[in-house]
């Protein structure tokens, strides 16, 4: 039986097929991990996959239901790993699930180079906040602020940890687009596709997915916009069949 501690709750993952650990004061995942763990190439029968900055393993636990590999995450923070740990356990996926608690920095040392299949990240978006937000909620201000990594850092850990040809997939803000491909292009990874996502049609795109291949040839395909609601604010048919299975 897998406890809850504080003010955490079990929430439900793609239509009650699984549950995650969550906490109001120290994490919820985003719908950006579940948009990148849907946009990410896998393979489905075997590989091994790396989820960096993955709080309590949303996107572990969505993946896994994409591919019969091996999923680790990287989490920082020792609250929220241990949430990831244990919405793994409740899951019964600890055969091909697992978690490492460190900084992403320091794990080409842990885990080498060149190892994995796919790596995935949703990094923290934002500069490093003020001291007033950072004493509000430090739990909040490291998930979403670059205290502990850069967006350089990210692309450049990745590169390291992926192998020649393997996939590399980001989630971020547009705005920081132009970043993020150059980043990628100096680390070797060469960006392949990218998606941007809306809000609703008519409204500016309000996030980023690209994804790499190390050492890939030139040539970016740029998909079909995403768009979240309809004009009456329910979700499109793409948007359920992402969270729920549905169309």
Same mark, same amino acid.
């Given at each position: 039986?897998?406890?809850?501690?504080?003010?955490?709750?079990?929430?439900?993952?793609?239509?009650?097929?699984?549950? &995650?650990?969550?906490? /109001?004061? #120290?994490?919820?995942?985003?719908?950006?991990? %579940?948009?990148?763990? *849907?946009?990410? =190439?896998? !393979?489905?029968?075997?590989?091994?996959?790396?989820?960096?900055?993955?709080?309590?393993?949303?996107?572990?636990?969505?993946?896994?239901?994409?591919?019969?590999?091996?999923?680790?995450?990287?989490?920082?923070?020792?609250?929220?790993?241990?949430?990831?740990?244990?919405?793994?356990?409740?899951?019964?996926?600890?055969?091909?699930?697992?978690?490492?608690?460190?900084? &992403?920095?320091?794990? /080409?040392? #842990?885990?080498?180079?060149?190892?994995?299949? %796919?790596?995935?990240? *949703?990094?923290? =978006?934002? !500069?490093?906040?003020?001291?007033?937000?950072?004493?509000?909620?430090?739990?909040?201000?490291?998930?979403?602020?670059?205290?502990?990594?850069?967006?350089?850092?990210?692309?450049?850990?990745?590169?390291?940890?992926?192998?020649?040809?393997?996939?590399?997939?980001?989630?971020?803000?547009?705005?920081?687009?132009?970043?993020?491909?150059?980043?990628?292009?100096?680390?070797?990874?060469?960006?392949?596709?990218?998606?941007?996502?809306?809000?609703?049609?008519?409204?500016?795109? *309000?996030?980023?997915?690209?994804?790499?291949?190390?050492?890939?040839?030139?040539?970016?395909?740029?998909?079909?916009?995403?768009?979240?609601?309809?004009?009456?604010?329910?979700?499109?048919?793409?948007?359920?069949?992402?969270?729920?299975?549905?169309?």
């Amino acid at each position: 039986m897998v406890e809850l501690h504080g003010d955490e709750r079990l929430d439900y993952l793609l239509d009650e097929r699984m549950k &995650i650990i969550q906490s /109001p004061s #120290v994490f919820n995942f985003s719908l950006d991990a %579940v948009l990148l763990a *849907n946009f990410v =190439y896998v !393979p489905i029968q075997k590989g091994t996959l790396l989820d960096l900055c993955t709080g309590n393993a949303v996107i572990p636990l969505l993946l896994s239901e994409r591919t019969k590999g091996t999923i680790t995450g990287v989490e920082i923070q020792e609250r929220i790993y241990d949430m990831a740990v244990r919405s793994i356990q409740y899951n019964h996926l600890e055969d091909r699930l697992s978690v490492i608690h460190g900084d &992403i920095n320091d794990i /080409p040392e #842990v885990l080498g180079n060149a190892g994995f299949d %796919v790596v995935t990240c *949703n990094p923290p =978006y934002f !500069p490093t906040p003020s001291e007033t937000e950072y004493n509000e909620n430090p739990h909040l201000a490291i998930a979403r602020h670059e205290i502990y990594c850069t967006l350089e850092d990210v692309v450049r850990v990745s590169s390291g940890l992926v192998r020649h040809g393997g996939k590399v997939a980001f989630v971020h803000r547009p705005e920081r687009l132009l970043d993020i491909v150059t980043l990628m292009r100096q680390y070797k990874i060469e960006p392949k596709r990218m998606r941007l996502v809306y809000p609703k049609a008519g409204k500016e795109a *309000n996030t980023l997915l690209v994804e790499g291949i190390k050492y890939g040839k030139a040539g970016l395909k740029i998909l079909p916009p995403l768009y979240v609601y309809k004009e009456n604010n329910e979700y499109t048919e793409e948007m359920l069949e992402i969270l729920y299975g549905e169309r």
